[in-house]
């Protein structure tokens, strides 16, 4: 992309209604507007940001398994109804009433729909195990939406959902998608630690929500330091493996990491006090195994092997697409502006002509463009009329990895600058090595 010919409507001005960086960030790099509280239009940047991540979730929920479908915004209330949650979800459902008359609602997640699919088209425990997931925009009322796409009224989510015959194949289902998190979250970049949350009214150690520290987190933690060591990495795993989600699920949560929902002091202080950390963290998932709860309540059974009709076994699984790019920008940002991590940054390299209208300057920086292109990378190119200065400025504001500046100083020595965004580092490198040094990093 030609920055002349792009739309990244950046701020000069820190926008005074956003409290955390990654708020006053989004809006100084033009990724967001905001249409009401807590409601965002998407500009090029932003939604490119979006839909990297939300490209690495759905390889990583097909990886372990799980199939994508697609379910609507709205829903209709009787299903609720059904479920009984129409009257206790409160105000933070929005309501809807159509023309006819019918109670509507937009969808703040959707249990009893793919509960209804569920029990419409499947019968039996050999068509088990089962997990449908879909990627789409919730609505919740949040009586207090803030910090930008962080807690918004619209938001966009992945919410999978798990049928199995049995207990112990639906705790298997459960292990399987603390796994799958572990390796998304450390695709894109970030260490999000599983702690054991509440299980609220249904009870149970079945929920864990996976949590940034952040010092601008909602939440407030209690953890053994020695779990910020562990890393998923690129291992291998067998989904369908019992044993090794379990190992995995067993390594990940053996220490102490708990929300202050769940914190018990007594339990805390027995972990030596060098390792006690009292911390914020910002929950960007959650996964949950709540057994027959809905199955129960709206008729969704299979036929076991015996023939008996029991209720399927359930659990729901939360990601937080839209708030992952605030809390990334939480975890990733200086002084200057946005550090993106190479796994969901919104183009792979900038390019910065020093000397706009410089016969050979405009010739090499169309040669690079051209170059990355090709080997399949997106770089943005800066190629406007402006001083050096500004357009280091907005390259450091919105967060590109990797920079390559050309100037006609350089080019008589035959180099071009390639400069790490995260660590300031340059290297001057010949134009072939600079772009084989970018196809590298990326692995392409
Ligand atoms: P919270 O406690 O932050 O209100 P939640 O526990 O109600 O979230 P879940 O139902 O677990 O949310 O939804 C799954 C994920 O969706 C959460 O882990 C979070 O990352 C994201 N999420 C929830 N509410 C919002 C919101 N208002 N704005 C943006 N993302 C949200
Ligand atoms: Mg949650």
Excluded at 119 to 132: E, W
Excluded at 181 to 200: H, N, V, W
Aim: charge should be negative.
């Amino acid at each position: 992309m030609r920055l002349s010919r792009y739309f990244l409507p950046v701020l000069k001005e820190t926008p005074s209604e956003a409290q955390i960086a990654s708020h006053r960030l989004m809006l100084r790099a033009g990724m967001i507007k905001q249409q009401a509280a807590g409601i965002y239009s998407w500009l090029p940047l932003g939604y490119k940001v979006l839909k990297n991540i939300e490209r690495i979730v759905h390889e990583e929920q097909q990886r372990a398994g799980h199939i994508p479908i697609l379910m609507p915004t709205l829903q209709s209330a009787d299903l609720w109804r059904e479920s009984g949650r129409y009257d206790d979800y409160g105000q933070e459902m929005l309501r809807i009433t159509d023309r006819h008359g019918r109670d509507m609602l937009y969808g703040p997640t959707n249990e009893e729909m793919v509960t209804d699919i569920f029990r419409a088209h499947v019968g039996s425990y050999k068509d088990l195990p089962l997990t449908l997931y879909h990627i789409q925009w919730k609505f919740r009322d949040e009586i207090r939406p803030r910090f930008g796409v962080m807690r918004g009224r619209e938001f966009f989510m992945k919410d999978g959902y798990t049928f199995d015959l049995t207990r112990e194949d639906a705790l298997h289902a459960y292990n399987r998608h603390l796994v799958s998190y572990l390796r998304t979250y450390e695709r894109m970049g970030l260490q999000a630690i599983p702690m054991r949350a509440d299980g609220g009214p249904i009870g149970g150690d079945y929920t864990h929500e996976f949590l940034v520290l952040a010092e601008t987190g909602e939440s407030e933690v209690f953890y053994d330091s020695e779990i910020t060591d562990l890393k998923f990495g690129d291992r291998e795993i067998d989904y369908d493996s019992v044993e090794a989600c379990q190992a995995v699920l067993e390594e990940f949560t053996s220490r102490y990491a708990r929300t202050d929902e769940t914190h018990d002091e007594e339990l805390f202080n027995e972990i030596p006090e060098e390792r006690r950390r009292v911390a914020r963290g910002i929950e960007v998932g959650q996964i949950f195994y709540f057994g027959t709860k809905y199955s129960e309540a709206m008729g969704a059974t299979v036929q076991d092997s015996d023939g008996n009709k029991v209720p399927v076994e359930m659990g729901s699984h939360g990601i937080g697409v839209s708030r992952l790019v605030g809390a990334l920008i939480e975890a990733n940002h200086d002084d200057k502006g946005i550090i993106w991590p190479e796994g969901v940054t919104p183009f792979h390299c900038g390019i910065v002509n020093l000397k706009q209208g410089d016969d050979e300057a405009d010739a090499a920086c169309e040669a690079l463009y051209k170059a990355l292109t090709a080997a399949g990378l997106e770089p943005l190119y800066d190629d406007r009329n402006e001083r050096a200065g500004g357009k280091f400025a907005t390259m450091d504001l919105i967060g590109l990895p990797w920079r390559i500046t050309v100037g006609p100083r350089g080019l008589k020595n035959g180099v071009v600058e390639l400069t790490s965004r995260r660590t300031g580092e340059s290297e001057e490198l010949a134009f072939e090595a600079a772009v084989a040094k970018v196809r590298e990093i990326y692995g392409v």
